[in-house]
């Protein structure tokens, strides 16, 4: 067995860790080429409107892969604060026919603009109280670089073109329904 010993003069203590021994060439350890084309994975976009408490770990666990080096995340939570106002909570509702259908088509164009294995698009509608999640967009690649920017993507579009409206509730008992100012057939003031 192999080891390493540390020395430490000032706790005079021995520890001795083990070490790998070298990879051979061709042993268990090593993935073949062979073993990398034997594993195929259909591409996944899951897409989700609910109105339970959403999960961080759940949405990435559903676009890791072991053909992936990369999963990015957005987590959009609520915060507790709106131009000098206590935000409670917020209130989404949504037209999920149109909405289901405009997020199929941000995973589309992301396939067409980036090289992704999975997309995992997560929103919640109902009350979301502060520091929840409101939204979780999950992506993995093979690179950093395609599941960062697809990420950016996915949120500024889905914040363009998706039918969610969002309801700021205050302390003082009031609120105030949000317009995006990324949506498109938002009116300028």
């Not at 070490?19 to 042993?27: D, H, K, Q």
Request: with cysteine; net charge negative; aromatic share 8%.
């Amino acid at each position: 067995m192999w080891s390493l010993e540390i020395s430490s003069s000032c706790f005079n203590q021995e520890t001795k860790l083990p070490l790998s021994p070298p990879l051979a060439e061709g042993s268990a350890f090593e993935p073949t080429g062979k073993d990398m084309d034997e594993v195929e994975e259909k591409s996944k976009d899951i897409i989700k409107f609910t109105a339970e408490k959403l999960s961080v770990d759940e949405v990435s666990q559903l676009v890791i892969s072991p053909l992936c080096g990369a999963t990015s995340l957005f987590v959009g939570t609520t915060r507790n604060n709106f131009e000098g106002k206590k935000v409670i909570s917020l209130e989404y509702e949504a037209y999920l026919p149109m909405a289901e259908n405009e997020v199929r088509k941000i995973c589309s164009d992301i396939r067409q603009k980036w090289p992704v294995k999975h997309i995992a698009v997560f929103h919640r509608l109902g009350l979301v109280p502060v520091s929840e999640a409101s939204i979780i967009i999950a992506v993995s690649s093979a690179h950093r670089a395609a599941s960062l920017e697809a990420v950016n993507y996915a949120i500024d579009t889905l914040k363009a073109n998706v039918p969610i409206w969002k309801k700021e509730m205050y302390e003082e008992s009031s609120s105030s329904w949000k317009r995006n100012k990324e949506c498109f057939w938002a009116t300028s003031d």
